[in-house]
């Protein structure tokens, strides 16, 4: 009964360091999103993706990479860490179009630190 | 202006209170909508979808009022558990992906 699995949980990086965050879920849903979550603001969405071998932007891109060659896992990677990619990240999946009785469901998030 | 705005508290209210949160959209066109929860330091989880003609579930009474551009929820003795940060949770009509706009959330906090 995993749902959405976030790894790490906690990372710290030096500035330009890359690395990569992963996410897997077992529910064999199409639609995956990754957002960042900042104090203050709302989850803003990053990088998406709507099925195997198809991805696109969301509202915050910049600095952020993602593949998706297989349904199930979702990686996001950070090319170049600046400080202002401190923040918390969640992973989130979903099956449907986002209608009124789609839920999405998050893993448990990345607190990420950039130094 | 911000898509999704809430008020962002915190609301301190008792056990046994009433409380209400509201939450303003920009997007007339807007599509779906939610209320997430999301406990401290957690993952947000779905605690109920909105629909048009307002619905129920337990303690929690959601309304939505298209005409305004407002969703509201209404929680009925406050129990301490309640306690968390709510998120008002929008999707705008955007083809077929499930692309959800976030409020940045209306912290609740219910005392003994």
Same mark, same amino acid.
């Given at each position: 009964?995993?749902?959405?699995?976030?790894?790490?949980?906690?990372?710290?990086?030096?500035?330009?360091?890359?690395?990569?965050?992963?996410?897997?879920?077992?529910?064999?849903?199409?639609?995956?999103?990754?957002?960042?979550?900042?104090? $203050?603001? +709302?989850?803003?969405?990053?990088?998406?993706?709507? *099925?195997? &071998?198809?991805?696109?932007?969301?509202?915050?891109?910049?600095?952020?990479?993602?593949?998706?060659?297989?349904?199930?896992?979702?990686?996001?990677?950070?090319?170049?860490?600046?400080?202002?990619?401190?923040?918390?990240?969640?992973?989130?999946?979903?099956? $449907?179009? +986002?209608?009124?009785?789609?839920?999405?469901?998050? *893993?448990? &998030?990345?607190?990420?630190?950039?130094? | 202006?911000?898509?999704?705005?809430?008020?962002?508290?915190?609301?301190?209210?008792?056990?046994?209170?009433?409380?209400?949160?509201?939450?303003?959209?920009?997007?007339?066109?807007?599509?779906?909508?939610?209320?997430?929860?999301?406990?401290?330091?957690?993952?947000?989880?779905?605690?109920?979808?909105?629909?048009?003609?307002?619905?129920?579930?337990?303690?929690?009474?959601?309304?939505?009022?298209?005409?305004?551009?407002?969703?509201?929820?209404?929680?009925?003795?406050?129990?301490?558990?309640?306690?968390?940060?709510?998120?008002?949770?929008?999707?705008?009509?955007?083809?077929?992906?499930?692309?959800?706009?976030?409020?940045?959330?209306?912290?609740?906090?219910?005392?003994?």
């Amino acid at each position: 009964n995993a749902g959405v699995t976030q790894t790490p949980k906690f990372q710290v990086l030096k500035t330009g360091q890359s690395m990569t965050l992963q996410c897997a879920q077992d529910m064999n849903h199409e639609y995956m999103s990754w957002y960042r979550q900042d104090p $203050g603001m +709302g989850l803003r969405l990053i990088h998406y993706s709507v *099925g195997a &071998g198809i991805t696109d932007q969301g509202e915050v891109p910049n600095g952020y990479n993602v593949s998706r060659s297989t349904t199930e896992d979702f990686p996001l990677r950070l090319l170049s860490a600046a400080p202002s990619q401190t923040s918390v990240y969640f992973c989130a999946s979903s099956s $449907g179009t +986002g209608g009124t009785n789609t839920e999405a469901f998050f *893993g448990q &998030g990345t607190r990420l630190t950039v130094v | 202006r911000k898509e999704v705005e809430q008020d962002p508290g915190p609301f301190n209210v008792p056990e046994g209170a009433t409380v209400a949160f509201n939450c303003t959209y920009s997007n007339s066109a807007s599509q779906s909508f939610f209320w997430y929860r999301q406990d401290c330091r957690k993952e947000p989880k779905l605690l109920m979808s909105v629909y048009s003609s307002g619905n129920e579930d337990g303690r929690f009474t959601a309304q939505l009022n298209r005409a305004s551009q407002y969703i509201s929820l209404l929680i009925r003795d406050s129990k301490l558990s309640d306690s968390a940060t709510y998120l008002c949770v929008v999707k705008p009509i955007s083809g077929g992906y499930n692309k959800l706009i976030f409020g940045a959330g209306t912290r609740l906090a219910v005392h003994p």
